[in-house]
């Protein structure tokens, strides 16, 4: 399947990659070089490089490029069982389904050196 697009005179001067990635979407760096390099991406009918400018009016041309973006995001919930939360019941300032607002206390060490009190 071949697409072609026309470059416009608002991208004359750029970059073949970064006008891939402005006029195409958020194509990884390394897929269009792949694709660059294996001819499948072409200016005015040739085989070019990433580092090519592109001009007003250049044709480019791509040959069975499918991208996908697929985001996987990973959600990871704690949730503090009730033994927890009533261990540590003196320490909770707010508790609702979303969020547990406690207060933190500082413990300081001490170190006697040569009769001396350090905080570590």
């Known amino acids: 399947m071949k697409k072609s ?3 416009e005179k608002t991208c004359n001067g750029m970059r073949i990659d970064r006008w891939i990635r402005h006029s195409l979407g958020s194509i990884p760096q390394g897929l ?3 694709h660059l390099r294996a001819g499948k991406i ?3 009918k040739k085989k070019i490089k990433s580092s090519h400018k592109v001009k007003t009016n250049d044709e480019i ?3 069975n490029i499918d991208f996908k973006e697929t985001i996987v995001q990973k959600k990871i919930k704690f949730e503090p069982s009730k033994e927890v939360i009533k261990s540590n019941e003196d320490q909770i300032i707010d508790n609702n389904e ?5 207060i933190k206390v500082q413990v300081f060490q ?3 050196v ?3 009190k350090k905080i570590l």
């Open 110 to 112: 001490f170190k006697v």
């Open 61 to 63: 041309n791509l040959f």
């Open 98 to 102: 979303n969020f547990i607002v406690l």
């Open 42 to 44: 072409k200016l005015n």
């Open 5 to 7: 697009y026309t470059v």
């Open 32 to 34: 269009i070089e792949k």
């Open 114 to 116: 040569q009769n001396q």
